[in-house]
Nanobody, 119 residues
Framework: VRLVESGGGLVQAGGSLRLSCEPS????????MAWYRQAPGKSRELVAD????????NYADSLKDRFTISRDASKNMMFLEIINLKPEDTAVYYC?????????????WGQGTQVTVSS
C-alpha cells in the first residue's frame, strides 16, 4: 500500500497551498486518513484527520482556522488546503491512513511533501 503526497513547495507568507494524497488502495480499505507535519527539530504532529465514510473531520486546535481537510471519493484522493501560510508552517507534511476491511489493524505513511514558507 502506498500513499503519495503532492502539492508542496516554496510559498511566501500569506499565500496558500493545496496538498494532495493519493492512496494506491481504494478508500473502502481505509477507516480514516490524516495529515501530519514535522518541522525541523520538532516531533511529528497531527494537523487534521477525516473519516472516509462520513467525512467528519478533526483538527489540531491551533490550526483549525487556516487548514481544511477534505476527501473526494470519486477521485480516491484526500486534500489539505492551507491559507494564510506562516513561516512556522514550514515542515514536511505526511499523509497517514488507518486500514479497514482486509487492511484492518495496519496503518500507512506517505513519504512526505515539503512545505517551505518564506517571510
Amino acid at each position: 500500500v502506498r500513499l503519495v503526497e503532492s502539492g508542496g513547495g516554496l510559498v511566501q507568507a500569506g499565500g496558500s497551498l493545496r496538498l494532495s494524497c493519493e492512496p494506491s488502495e481504494n478508500f473502502l480499505n481505509f477507516y480514516t486518513m490524516a495529515w501530519y507535519r514535522q518541522a525541523p527539530g520538532k516531533s511529528r504532529e497531527l494537523v487534521a484527520d477525516i473519516r472516509l465514510d462520513g467525512g467528519r473531520a478533526n483538527y489540531a486546535d491551533s490550526l483549525k482556522d487556516r487548514f481544511t481537510i477534505s476527501r473526494d471519493a470519486s477521485k480516491n484522493m484526500m486534500f489539505l488546503e492551507i491559507i494564510n501560510l506562516k513561516p512556522e508552517d514550514t515542515a514536511v507534511y505526511y499523509c497517514h491512513a488507518d486500514g479497514a476491511q482486509r487492511l484492518r489493524g495496519r496503518d500507512y505513511w506517505g513519504q512526505g511533501t515539503q512545505v517551505t514558507v518564506s517571510s
